[in-house]
């Protein structure tokens, strides 16, 4: 198991050294720029995680808490004219409490119906942002609906090496806040509820508090992506609200490996840069990431992450639960599985 | 002129026919081979282009369409069941998101072929009833077929033949054991399931415009539909989804029509928290 | 020694280092590889950016296709300082961090001297920032928000760079007044999707209209999700109008004429432009009634008109609808004069040449006021845009008279 876990946390260093060393090898501002909404879109999928994975409550509204960060910064800043840091904090919170709210609403149901309700949930916030005009904004004209509503930005142009470092520190943390917390006390408690909720129950856990517990720090994290997101753009759109951002969130969950919160930010990272960054013509684009989806899950139904991490334990289970052996005997029982 | 409130509820009971007749194929799916099937709305889509490539070359009605649409939906449903929702079945998480992809896969390929501008067939003038009330040709079609698909499908599943699909919904291990080809027992029933919902498209094809993306909201419609009345029961299907239909459009008329949707949702939300466990209550299952 | 199951693990833990040091060197080379625009050193490009996949797929194709065909020409008449031009093609995927990033790659990777689009007002005003920081042209087809000329005005030396060749929504609705104004309409019913645009447009035509007697009887904005049409155009029938104005301009449109069609064969309709304006689909709604259609140009407004009309059909299979695709040719054709009079692509040449000139498109000559808007509407020397009347065997030019 140590081997095992060594393994991984190795793998974890080399991948972070290189997003590091990265920009030292002086890719183009667009390059960059690919890379700063890969690790956000990451940060937001590994959130999915801990709702849809770790605690086995499949949403496909997650982009609510993200869109609703992203909303309450944009209005915060532009309408009530609070400096950004509070208004950035201010949106954390509510897709916290967004978040709580879903949870005690989701709390009694259970698989599909879950799925379902968030949904609704989703697309009646993505429906009142796109249908919600504020006639009378500054500058005289109408604001918000389907255009959006703009984020009151202490700096004019940011550099690209800064939002490079700044998106990839927020997402090591945040990754890495996620990855504590999926490994806590509560969080093993999740797995066991995703597990079998019966037998969680019997055991005496109250169910409805855990769920809503993953509801709210799966939300904060979204929420946290969200306000990046929107700090990175530049204008909280309806589009941070869609259905299109839950699904992706849930996509790239399914080829990253479900539970296993490095499985989606590899897959996002992976996905986003690789078919955002290449500038491929458009219908390629969509047919190649359509069909790569389609291999990926077709033979790793897991994720690849995911399958990866059964491979090595299952390996490295056997390793070590074997007696030691003195080298250079031939055991006949070796090869077998 | 009509008075409106008649009028108002007999386009909410066409709406909800079009509901239904998709619901039917995803109740199928979600029942049998127990898959949320996100590609309904691709074959959706399919059956209206299909209809739209006859009516170019002079083949007017989309009600002979609806087989040629139903065939070659079948076809690409088996390929489907077989290549990716059989094999992947292991993880059941993965296969709502391969449909997803299966989808966006169709979409993109009916841009290709037919492009990205709307397209349109021949509506054909409506039947004028008693008191002025006007009843759309294509909201009575949807109407019937959906009762007819439900109907059949209720009298298949309750009838010898349906005794296999009962089984695998019910355990697929005894199914298994008792000698049945589940694997192929699936992937028909997918590819039956499909070719409902691009019978669907083609019927419905003129009622409005065709383009790739046309089959996203009616797959949500269904989708909701499905999760909420369950599968168990035929009848709660096609019931939610007039349900549905009449009160989207009463709520357009009194409310307004800006927020009908979002009363659909929320309406949806509240009968889920209602009953948590669908609005059918079903004998107690085995774990 | 048998290779054991261990003897993997451990090699593979010892090379990850030299494998991350490997990836960071190959990753090193991989950014220049896709620089795959053959730098032509005699070509100059354009950067055009729509939406060419997702749902507004349709008006980001005819964009790039009316682009295209405007490059064609301008290489035609002898190209532009003896080099040809070219476009270079972003997609935006109607989304604006997509938008951003392909208009930043646009500029830094492909060097275009200047930029035209967006489509969506959220991904023009994205895409503005970009134009700004890297001091670029760029010309705003559609996208009527008015924020995009408010930014220009209130911070001109930030975003002097930005102009917007069409029509603005108090303009768009100047135009539809005086439309309605020649049609005796007194009584309107105004229908479209609950966006912000389309309400804003709502809102200014109202207004706009009060002092020349006329009133809207109906107004109904439905679901962009969800659009219930059947109790808007049974409610709009039921108000008598003079006639129906749809302001949606993409498929939705065609659905609402055909349900209104049902509930009442006898009501003109009005569309502001888009999906209408294709014949094909008008074709497929009954003509009981007449459906005009508001377009930026149309064939045999002018003989500049009529030729890109035929070439656009001739090129494509089917005619321009007169918005999203006249509007960018126009687009394109401005800027290609304003270099040829500049006598360099230069940013700092162009933009005071745009501000001052006047330019031929096939809607008219384009001048552009303090807030770089073109100037449409009904005054003297503004662009008047178009309305056409379908009929069985084509569009008839209806207003403004000839």
Request: with cysteine; glycine share 12%; hydrophobic share 50%.
């Amino acid at each position: 198991m140590r081997n095992a876990a060594s393994f991984r946390e190795g793998w974890l260093a080399a991948g972070i050294g290189l997003l590091l060393l990265f920009p030292l090898s002086s890719p183009d501002a667009f390059f960059l720029d690919v890379f700063t909404t890969g690790f956000l879109l990451a940060a937001f999928a590994a959130s999915w995680d801990v709702v849809g994975g770790v605690s086995g409550q499949i949403t496909l509204g997650h982009a609510l808490p993200f869109g609703a960060a992203a909303y309450a910064c944009a209005l915060l800043t532009t309408f009530a004219g609070w400096p950004l840091p509070l208004a950035v904090a201010a949106g954390v919170l509510l897709a916290a409490a967004v978040g709580a709210g879903i949870g005690t609403l989701s709390a009694p149901l259970a698989g599909p119906f879950v799925a379902l309700l968030t949904l609704a949930l989703g697309e009646i916030a993505h429906e009142a942002a796109v249908g919600h005009t504020f006639f009378s904004g500054p500058g005289g004209y109408a604001w918000g609906g389907e255009g959006g509503i703009p984020v009151a930005l202490p700096w004019r142009d940011a550099s690209p090496f800064s939002s490079y470092y700044a998106a990839l520190a927020f997402l090591c943390l945040a990754s890495f806040g996620m990855l504590r917390f999926s490994r806590s006390g509560a969080g093993l408690i999740l797995r066991a509820v995703a597990g079998s909720p019966i037998t969680a129950q019997a055991s005496g856990v109250p169910i409805a508090r855990f769920k809503r517990l993953a509801f709210t720090v799966g939300s904060a994290f979204a929420g946290a992506a969200g306000a990046g997101f929107v700090l990175h753009v530049g204008r909280a759109t309806a589009t941070d609200l869609s259905l299109e951002l839950s699904f992706q969130a849930a996509t790239f969950a399914a080829v990253g490996g479900r539970g296993t919160i490095v499985g989606p930010v590899v897959a996002a990272l992976v996905l986003h840069v690789l078919f955002q960054g290449l500038s491929l013509p458009p219908s390629a684009r969509v047919l190649l990431y359509a069909l790569t989806l389609l291999v990926t899950l077709r033979f790793f139904p897991g994720g690849v992450v995911g399958t990866a991490r059964d491979l090595a334990s299952r390996l490295g289970g056997k390793e070590a639960a074997r007696p030691p052996r003195r080298r250079g005997r031939n055991n006949p029982g070796e090869g077998t599985p | 002129m009509a008075s409106p409130l008649p009028q108002v509820l007999l386009d909410g009971l066409f709406a909800g026919g079009t509901y239904a007749l998709m619901a039917a194929g995803m109740a199928l799916i979600l029942g049998v081979v127990k898959v949320i099937n996100l590609s309904h709305g691709a074959f959706f889509t399919l059956g209206a282009y299909v209809a739209y490539a006859l009516a170019e070359r002079g083949v007017g009605t989309p009600i002979a369409a609806a087989p040629l649409a139903a065939v070659i939906a079948f076809a690409f449903g088996v390929f489907l069941g077989k290549s990716f929702v059989n094999p992947a079945r292991s993880h059941p998480f993965a296969l709502p998101v391969g449909t997803l992809a299966c989808a966006l896969l169709f979409e993109q390929a009916a841009q290709m072929v037919w492009g990205p501008h709307p397209l349109s067939i021949e509506a054909g003038a409506p039947w004028i009833g008693p008191g002025g009330l006007v009843i759309r040709r294509w909201g009575v079609i949807a109407f019937l077929s959906s009762a007819a698909l439900l109907g059949g499908l209720k009298w298949v599943l309750s009838a010898r033949p349906g005794l296999p699909l009962r089984l695998i919904a019910e355990d697929e291990e005894i199914a298994g054991s008792l000698g049945m080809d589940v694997e192929a027992i699936r992937y028909l029933t997918f590819g039956g399931a499909c070719a409902m919902a691009a019978a669907a498209g083609a019927l419905l094809s003129p009622s409005g415009a065709v383009t790739p993306t046309m089959g996203r909201a009616p797959l949500l419609l269904s989708l909701v539909v499905v999760i909420v009345a369950g599968m168990d029961s035929v009848a709660a299907i096609f019931l939610l989804s007039i349900g549905l239909g009449i009160f989207g459009n009463a709520c357009a008329w009194l409310l307004s029509p800006q927020w009908s949707y979002v009363a659909l949702l929320a309406a949806v939300c509240l009968l889920l928290s209602a009953r948590p466990a669908g609005i059918v209550v079903t004998a107690g299952r085995r774990d | 020694m048998t290779v054991r199951t261990g003897t993997f693990l451990r090699l593979a833990l010892l090379l990850r280092g030299p494998a991350a040091l490997f990836l960071y060197l190959f990753s090193s080379v991989f950014p220049a590889a896709p620089c795959v625009a053959a730098a032509h050193p005699d070509t100059l490009k354009i950067g055009v950016l729509a939406p060419l996949s997702g749902p507004y797929a349709a008006g980001g194709t005819s964009f790039v296709q009316a682009a295209t065909l405007a490059v064609e020409q301008a290489n035609a008449e002898g190209g532009v300082f003896g080099q040809r031009v070219t476009i270079v093609v972003g997609d935006t995927q109607g989304r604006v961090d997509v938008a951003k990033a392909e208009a930043l790659r646009l500029v830094s990777r492909e060097k275009v001297s200047a930029l035209v689009g967006a489509y969506l007002s959220e991904e023009t005003v994205g895409v503005m920032e970009i134009a700004a920081a890297q001091r670029t042209v760029l010309l705003v087809p559609v996208a009527a928000t008015a924020e995009i000329t408010d930014l220009v005005r209130r911070e001109y030396a930030r975003y002097r760079y930005v102009f917007r060749v069409g029509y603005s929504l108090p303009q768009w609705a100047e135009m539809i007044a005086a439309f309605l104004s020649d049609r005796k309409v007194r009584r309107y019913a105004f229908v479209g999707a609950g966006i912000r645009w389309n309400r804003e447009l709502g809102e200014t035509l109202e207004r706009i209209v009060a002092p020349l007697g006329i009133a809207p009887v109906y107004t109904a904005y439905y679901s962009p999700g969800n659009p219930t049409f059947d109790t808007v155009a049974v409610a709009a029938a039921a108000a008598s109008p003079d006639i129906v104005i749809l302001a949606d301009p993409g498929r939705n449109s065609v659905s609402f004429l055909k349900r209104l069609r049902e509930s009442a064969p006898a009501l003109p309709a009005l569309s502001i432009g888009g999906a209408l304006g294709d014949a094909r689909l008008a074709a497929s709604v009954p003509l009981s009634a007449p459906v005009y259609v508001q377009a930026a140009a149309w064939r045999g407004v002018s003989p500049a008109a009529t030729a890109y009309v035929e070439r656009y059909e001739h090129r494509f299979g089917a005619p321009p609808v007169g918005y999203s695709d006249t509007l960018p040719y126009d687009a394109v054709t401005v800027l290609v004069a304003a270099w040829r009079k500049a006598g360099s692509t230069a940013t700092e040449a162009v933009v005071p040449v745009l501000e001052r000139g006047t330019f031929a498109g096939t809607a008219g000559d384009y001048r552009f006021d303090a807030a770089h808007q073109a100037v449409w509407g009904t005054g003297p020397g503004a662009l008047r845009g178009t309305f056409v009347r379908w009929e069985r065997d084509g569009a008839r030019i209806v207003f403004p008279p000839r």
